[in-house]
């Protein structure tokens, strides 16, 4: 048994089982919608998923959770605290994947800091908790959680965690913010107990069509054309009065987008306007005060 969150007595494997449905979710909604993330990225992701939280099965963090849980302690020697996700690429059976030299990278950097720590990957460090903890359990962690495992571990990975990708690595830095934002953003909603989303067929451009019907509106110039260049970048420069909210909504149209104001009470006022007089339920809203606004 190994665990992956004390709150729920979650497992690793249950765990990661629910980020893998959210993954699911996330490639049935967009597929290749998403700029950048064909099926090579969509299967990175998978991989990056399968191993992001499997270094939780030291000994140390396992205590930590025991202890929290209130269950017997398991014997250790190391004493080693180092975070889990740097100790996770170490069980990455890369030589099995048949990946290119950049997508080791990508997968290791990926995994490496899906949490952001203050602490540097400190190689010794890693090196005893691999060797005398995780090596030692391989069969284990490798049954629990039904993957491969490195079956001997080069600590180059440390090397390349050390090695940070920069803006200056060009199109491997967009992958690189690609990759670890969605394992994030997935984590996150599988640690929630959360769909990662929801409401995905519901198109804006269908309810603001309809409003206005309803309203016995005409799209005039502007907004004829936004709608029907709903696969292009638009930059828009109009007036007041101009209906560029409306423009805006239906060039956004099947897709999810996020629209931005500078004051609170402009952005409460579309959001009323789209969620209760269109009728689109899918709108959320997010500022500082949101929680107080909603509730109100």
Known sequence: MFYAKSETKETIREHTDRLLDNWRLLKDSYGDRLIRVNERMWE??????????IGKANTVFQNKIRRA?????????CDANVPHNYLSVGLVPFEQLN????????LTHAIGYHHERDKRPDKEAI??????????????????????LAEKVSFRFVDRLLKRYTIHDGESFWDYVLLKGL??????????HLPV???????????????????????????RF????????????????????????????RDKAFFTLPLRVSINAIYERVRHQMGYDAAGLLHSTSAFYLVG
Not at 99 to 106: D, F
Not at 127 to 148: F, G, T, V, W
């Open 183 to 192: 394992l994030q953003r997935i984590d996150h909603a599988a640690s929630a």
């Open 69 to 77: 849980i209130q269950e017997e302690l398991l014997e250790t020697d």
């Open 99 to 106: 990946l290119t030299k950049e997508e080791i990278r990508l």
């Open 226 to 253: 936004t709608a029907g260049h709903t696969h292009k970048n638009v930059i828009v420069i109009a007036q007041t009065g101009m209906g560029k909210t409306e423009s805006a909504l239906l060039w956004i149209d």
């Open 127 to 148: 090196r005893d908790i691999l060797e005398n903890d995780l090596q030692k359990q391989r069969e284990a962690i490798a049954h629990h959680m039904r993957l491969p």
């Open 197 to 223: 989303e929801s409401d995905v067929h519901q198109d804006v451009g269908v309810y603001v069509r309809r409003y206005m019907e309803n309203k016995s509106f005409h799209l005039n110039d502007l907004q």
């Open 44 to 53: 990175l992701l998978r991989l990056a998923i399968e191993y992001h939280d």
